[in-house]
């Protein structure tokens, strides 16, 4: 029996507000590691995935389970924030081709991830990707698929590359990510009114949005220039920021594809 209690029974509680995504907490940095070692590696196998993130030589005078141990906690402990999630991608990788504890990982640091409100998430075949709220999960995740289904593969492929731009690391690219959303919804707009050489701005009287809706959607189209494509030193967009111009980008996307569908 490998469920814990609480899988077994159905219970959880509300994940956790996100507070954390560039930084590595203590209880993170151990997580990885013991989370690794649940999956029956042994600390010996961890050290040298470790060290071969860290580019560290293992100390040859650890030999023992508890002396290895406190040698991969100490070198996880010391390194930059970033490092760990490499390290979290490179134990997740290494136990490859062993499915089941590989998915074992996989399920219980987003479980960590979660509960811990740490914005990001370990994915099949993609590794660490950038989490948002539960809402933009959704709105992104269905935006994705509605535009893919109508055959608007360019606004489908803008949207992932938004996602792609704010998992990047040890710095999101959130003025990247901003300008893919709105170039998706931009896409979809010259789909839709078959005007492939206008602008967004330009378009938006001609997408029969509700008014006085058609108007933050142009204020969007101009919030957009400013931070994706015009920045100005000292004006770098936060990241609830491009989150929010991603998540209202995906639900006008998914709108105009209704409307017209």
Request: proline share 5%; charged share 30%.
């Amino acid at each position: 029996m490998n469920e814990p209690f609480s899988e077994r029974h159905g219970y959880s509680g509300p994940d956790a507000e996100i507070t954390i995504r560039e930084d590595a907490p203590e209880n993170l940095r151990f997580a990885v590691v013991q989370i690794g070692y649940g999956a029956g590696k042994g600390w010996k196998w961890i050290r040298e995935v470790v060290c071969g993130v860290l580019f560290e030589m293992p100390n040859s005078n650890n030999w023992s389970e508890s002396n290895v141990r406190n040698e991969v906690l100490g070198l996880v402990a010391d390194c930059p924030w970033f490092k760990v999630y490499d390290i979290a991608e490179a134990i997740w990788r290494e136990l490859d081709p062993d499915f089941e504890s590989q998915d074992r990982y996989r399920e219980e640091l987003n479980r960590f991830f979660r509960e811990k409100g740490i914005g990001w998430k370990l994915e099949e075949h993609k590794g660490l990707v950038f989490r948002g709220h539960e809402g933009f999960a959704s709105v992104t995740a269905k935006a994705v698929e509605v535009l893919a289904l109508s055959d608007r593969s360019t606004a489908a492929n803008e949207i992932r590359e938004a996602l792609a731009d704010l998992s990047r690391r040890p710095d999101p690219d959130r003025t990247g990510a901003i300008q893919h959303a709105i170039a998706a919804l931009e896409a979809t707009a010259r789909h839709i009114t078959g005007q492939p050489k206008l602008n967004l701005g330009q378009l938006v009287n001609e997408l029969n949005i509700p008014k006085p809706l058609d108007q933050a959607v142009e204020k969007l189209w101009g919030f957009g220039s400013q931070y994706g494509r015009h920045l100005r030193e000292g004006e770098m967009p936060r990241d609830d920021e491009a989150e929010l111009v991603v998540s209202v980008a995906c639900a006008v996307c998914i709108f105009l594809v209704g409307r017209t569908s």
